[in-house]
C-alpha cells in the first residue's frame, strides 16, 4: 500500500491528539496499516502540538521537510509555522479562526495577517481548504469538537485511505459519550466544508 503522509498541528489543548486517537482507530477498522508519534512543546501552556501519522507501509513516523501529502492545522499560524513540511502537491486543510499566543495579547508579539498567510499556503501548495472550524464545531454542539470537524475535511478530501463510516465509528469508541452526537454532527459540518470549499 502507497504511503500517505499527515503532519497535524494545533495548540496545546485543542484536541490534536484525540484526533490522532481517533484516526489511528479508524485506519485499524478499515485494515490500514498506520503509525503515529507526537511532539508536545509545551502543550499545557498553550504551545504547540504536531502530530506525524504515516499510513500505508511505513518504517518510520518520520516526516520531513516536503514529505507530507496532507497537512491540518487546527490554529492558522500553527498552520503557517509547518507549511516547510509541505510540498507542490500537498494539500492543506487549515481552521481560520485564530489563537493568538500570549505574547500577542501583551505586545510583545504580532500575529500573521491571515489573508497574507493563505496567499503563501495556496503559492506553496496544491490546495487550500480553509474555513472557520470553531464556528462549526459551535453549530454542532461543542466548541470542544474543532478537531473533529477538521477530521470531517480530512476525511472528505479521499487523500487518506479511511471510509467515512469507518472513522464515524471511531469517534462513536474513542471519544467521551457525551459528546458523541456533538462530534458526529461536527464531522459532518467539517465533510461539507470541504466538499464545498
Not at 1 to 28: C, D, F, H, P, Y
Not at 67 to 74: D, H, I, P, R, S
Not at 170 to 190: C, H, P, Q, Y
Request: hydrophobic share 45%.
Amino acid at each position: 500500500m502507497e504511503k500517505t503522509r499527515l503532519i497535524i498541528v494545533a495548540v496545546g489543548g485543542q484536541g490534536n491528539l484525540l484526533a490522532s486517537k481517533v484516526l489511528g482507530e479508524a485506519a485499524l477498522l478499515s485494515g490500514v496499516p498506520v503509525r503515529m508519534s507526537e511532539i508536545h512543546g509545551m502543550a499545557q501552556r498553550g504551545g504547540v502540538v504536531e502530530s506525524a501519522i504515516v499510513f500505508g507501509d511505513a518504517k518510520s513516523t518520520i516526516i520531513s521537510d516536503g514529505e507530507a501529502n496532507v497537512l491540518v492545522g487546527f490554529e492558522p499560524s500553527e498552520t503557517l509555522r509547518a507549511l516547510n513540511k509541505c510540498n507542490a502537491e500537498t494539500t492543506v486543510i487549515t481552521n481560520m479562526a485564530p489563537l493568538p499566543p500570549f505574547t500577542v495579547a501583551i505586545g510583545r508579539g504580532t500575529y500573521p495577517d491571515l489573508d497574507q498567510a493563505q496567499r503563501l499556503i495556496r503559492a506553496k501548495t496544491k490546495r487550500l481548504i480553509a474555513f472557520d472550524a470553531v464556528e462549526l464545531a459551535t453549530t454542532a454542539g461543542s466548541v470542544m469538537s474543532v478537531n473533529i470537524v477538521l477530521l470531517g475535511a480530512l476525511i472528505q478530501t479521499g487523500i487518506v485511505p479511511i471510509p467515512k463510516e469507518n472513522l464515524e465509528e471511531a469517534i462513536r469508541t474513542k471519544t467521551k459519550k457525551a459528546f458523541v452526537e456533538a462530534n458526529l454532527r461536527a464531522f459532518d459540518l467539517g465533510f461539507s466544508a470541504a466538499k464545498n470549499a
